[in-house]
């Protein structure tokens, strides 16, 4: 069968990140996906990773979003997300160690099965996001 | 507009700080804020999450931020009434145990 | 100012409107639109009426919506609306003639101020359905 | 999941449509199916429209075929309690005048 596609693209900009939750979780809803808040919290945090950290160091950045579902499979691409040298940066720091910040990759982490860097088709000199996790119908409960 | 906090300080001193909308990137600075107000020179701070439909990291760190700084003068700094979807969120950063939480299903208490 | 723009792509299929306007109502939240129900209602009835009239006519149909702002100005813009030679068939049937039907184009009469077409620079030989109301801020009203 | 529609039958004949949830392109079919299934010999109708967050011009329509269908056996056909948002969508239709809508604000009555 072939993937579903859904995109969202918005400003790059905090106050924008409800509506892309807005989205996702509108489709995951439609797609009948177990789990659907988790996995709008781990969308959520990628989104807001490149309004902290990316956006900063590039004019009119934009928040990229597509949603790719096959019957096995939900994945999230998240467009232009860093440059190929930051990706070792992108980790989070131990559990153990209190204090704010750092929660985000490790929130992402806990809630998707893979996540992964690929050069991003449409944005040449960056790297695209790619989170995924297996399907889960509600009826695997 | 979708997210608001009020202040409510009983004669105790305690300050019940109520959120109400998405805690955010977006809306956690605000929130920051309101906790900084309500903790100075009070007896602590009662957080009411009961109106939190969402949150995430940055609302997480705000509340450990919140935290750290009642302990600095040994104020009293607790949640109160995250909904399953909240208390999910502490959960998941493994954070809950830090906090004195109030409300059905708490730990400390109901 | 420059525009701010919002993009949505979904699958044509009456299942994904929802996600549609979940996000575009977010999107008139966010900037404080007044009256985002009624726009949110236009924009519905265009993209249900690529679902009805558009895509039992080409393949995997998508519904592209890009929503503009700029301080004056809101815009809906509709990719692959329709075929230049459909544009005069777009239109409501009178109010007066009552039966199922033909109340879409109607209700974005009403909705908007203005609404056009324009050949679509991302899809050839297909028309973008342009529709856009001055911006009223709450405090207008 | 997100749409629901329920009908229940009083002893006097008369159907209350009771519908949940959003009515657009993708779930009028549905409600249009409920309302025939509803009026096939029974005294008529009640569309109970409290729980309906939107309705688009295809869940007017269904209203408009319910009301015909209805006309056919001179059953009732009524709509109840419509939000202010679905009321404002029937007078956008500029067909308010040709239900009967019981509820607050109703033409015909509270
Ligand atoms: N888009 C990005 N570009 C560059 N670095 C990033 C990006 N996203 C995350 N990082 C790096 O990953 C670290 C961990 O991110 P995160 O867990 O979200 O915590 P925080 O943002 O609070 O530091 C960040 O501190 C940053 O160094
Ligand atoms: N995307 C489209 N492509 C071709 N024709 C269209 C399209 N959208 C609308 N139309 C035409 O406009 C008419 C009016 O549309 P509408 O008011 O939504 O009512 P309805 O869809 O119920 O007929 C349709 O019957 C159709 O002929």
């Known amino acids: 069968m072939p993937s579903r596609a859904y995109l969202a693209e918005v400003p790059a900009d905090a106050s924008c990140l409800r509506a892309v939750r ?51 499979t939900l994945r999230f691409r998240i467009g232009g997300f860093c440059k190929p040298g930051d990706v070792p940066k992108v980790k989070p720091r131990d559990f153990a160690d209190i ?34 996790r297996a399907r889960r119908s509600e009826d695997d409960v | 507009m979708t997210f608001d906090v009020s202040i409510e300080r009983g004669t105790s001193g305690l300050a019940v700080v109520r959120v109400l909308g998405e ?37 997480v760190a705000t509340l450990i931020q919140g935290l750290k700084l009642a302990g600095k003068t040994k104020a009293r ?14 959960e998941l950063s493994r954070l809950t145990d830090l906090f004195e939480i109030e409300g059905a299903g708490g730990p400390t208490g109901g």
């Open chain 1, 22 to 72: 807005a989205f996702a979780a509108a489709v995951l809803a439609k797609e009948q996906i177990d789990e659907s808040e988790r996995l709008v919290l781990a969308l959520d945090e990628a989104c807001a990773n490149i309004v902290k950290h990316r956006c900063p160091t590039i004019e009119d950045g934009r928040i990229c979003v597509r949603l790719e579902l096959t019957d096995a």
């Open chain 1, 99 to 132: 204090r704010p910040g750092g929660l985000g990759t490790a929130f992402i982490g806990e809630i998707m099965d893979r996540v992964a860097f690929e050069p991003d088709p449409e944005r040449g000199g960056a790297m695209e996001l790619v989170m995924e």
């Open chain 2, 23 to 59: 805690v955010d990137l977006d809306t956690s600075p605000r929130l920051l804020g309101n906790l900084q107000d309500a903790l100075r020179g009070g007896a602590g701070v009662v957080v009411d999450l009961a109106g939190v439909g969402y949150i995430d990291s940055s609302g």
């Open chain 2, 77 to 90: 700094f607790a949640l109160r009434d995250p909904s399953p979807r909240v208390r999910g969120v502490l």
